[in-house]
């Protein structure tokens, strides 16, 4: 909260880690051969260090590339895979879930373009994977190459879809070689396992503005022995995994945010103070609106909610009037309003679907700071309720 604004909107962009420190960061070139550039390698080389240990992967494992933010780097697997798949005369089919952002569900034209395929999987009112659909429809796949995108918490919904599960679908889709690409981006600072990745996964996108690190950050783990090309072509940094000047002050704030919320994140202060504040809002809605997937499993920050009989555009526009940032689900980046996709695969309808609004709180929300929200909060919902 700044003196102005109530900002409830951490899913979109979070605020900055005071950790960030900009005069700590060296300016040189990584690939310069004199003594800054070298120094601002070692920097860089020591944020590598740091996430492998983070995330508890081996370097013989996977690869890391750091790149702009999460919309590249999971073009940087599909696209990378797709053109791989051609290169060696394959087919490939890319699932996605309905639900999933923008940057996975907008794949098709291009897969499509290099004669490949391109899925969308069931979800249940409950913001899950439809398993055993889902399972029918890998099985009955014939491309060579199938990627599937796992997202492990849902960006509108909060809903948590576990890492664990990952290996139950392996081997239910035994005779079929899948590979999955874990969207982890609504992860760190909002579930407690944030840094518990699965052995089962092959690749995994994270993106530093959603976790206090600088916007055009991000970084991805890729299994070293898949067949992959690059996105980027040109100068080889990176391994030539992805050329072009490393963003270094980009990529030494991932470390210091993460230190950060290592050091200080608690899971368990911020999901009471989420159920808190959860519990008022329900009370307040009574039978004009509901918690969307309210019995799902959530995280610790997200409130995704809707109203029976007002817009959300209409609703989201008294909250900003009301110094209130929140997001509604059913804007698209030109803020035309569409519904929302998510709640569109979770099966509701078109009207319910542009009715929702977003509360996202940050990764140190806590009791103290959920009552002074609703403190600001209730008066223009109760407005909007009467
Ligand atoms: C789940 C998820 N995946 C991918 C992205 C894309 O991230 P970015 O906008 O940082 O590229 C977002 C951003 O909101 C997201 O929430």
Not at 106 to 116: A, I, R
Not at 176 to 182: D, M, S, T
Not at 296 to 307: V, W
Request: proline fraction near 2%; charge should be negative.
């Amino acid at each position: 909260m700044n003196s102005q604004r109530l900002y409830l909107d951490h899913n979109a962009t979070s605020v900055l880690s005071e950790r960030v420190d900009l005069k700590a960061m060296p300016m040189a070139n990584p690939s310069s051969v004199h003594a800054s550039g070298k120094l601002a390698r070692r920097k860089m080389n020591e944020v590598r260090d740091f996430l492998y240990s983070t995330y508890s992967l081996k370097e013989n494992e996977f690869d890391l590339f750091f790149h702009s933010g999460a919309t590249e780097g999971i073009n940087t697997v599909v696209k990378g895979m797709a053109f791989a798949a051609t290169r060696e005369k394959k087919t490939m089919t890319f699932f996605t879930l309905g639900s999933d952002h923008s940057c996975v569900a907008n794949q098709e034209g291009f897969l499509k373009l290099l004669g490949h395929d391109f899925k969308i999987l069931p979800v249940l009112k409950s913001g899950l994977l439809h398993e055993d659909e889902a399972i029918k429809e890998i099985k009955a796949c014939q491309s060579e190459v199938i990627l599937i995108n796992w997202t492990w918490v849902n960006n509108e919904t909060g809903v948590v879809q576990e890492l664990s599960a990952l290996e139950k679908l392996k081997e239910r889709c035994l005779g079929q070689e899948v590979f999955f690409h874990v969207d982890a981006v609504q992860a760190a600072g909002k579930i407690e396992q944030w840094r518990e990745l699965s052995s089962q996964a092959d690749a995994y996108t994270f993106s530093g503005h959603k976790f206090g690190a600088l916007k055009g950050s991000g970084f991805t783990f890729l299994r070293s022995k898949l067949n992959h090309c690059p996105l980027l072509n040109g100068g080889g940094q990176q391994g030539a995994k992805r050329s072009g000047t490393e963003n270094t002050w980009g990529i030494l704030s991932l470390k210091m945010a993460l230190e950060d919320l290592k050091e200080n994140y608690q899971f368990k202060a911020q999901q009471e103070a989420k159920e808190w504040f959860e519990a008022r809002l329900k009370e307040e809605l009574g039978d004009k609106g509901e918690i969307i997937a309210e019995d799902s499993p959530r995280n610790g920050q997200t409130i995704y909610f809707l109203f029976h009989e007002v817009a959300a555009q209409s609703a989201a526009m008294v909250f900003d009037m009301a110094g209130i940032d929140l997001s509604n689900g059913s804007a698209c980046s030109s803020g035309a309003v569409v519904p929302s996709r998510a709640l569109l695969a979770m099966g509701y309808n078109e009207d319910q679907a542009k009715s929702a609004l977003r509360l996202s709180f940050s990764w140190k929300f806590n009791l103290e700071e959920a009552q002074r929200v609703w403190e600001h909060f209730s008066a223009p919902l109760k407005r909007l309720l009467s």
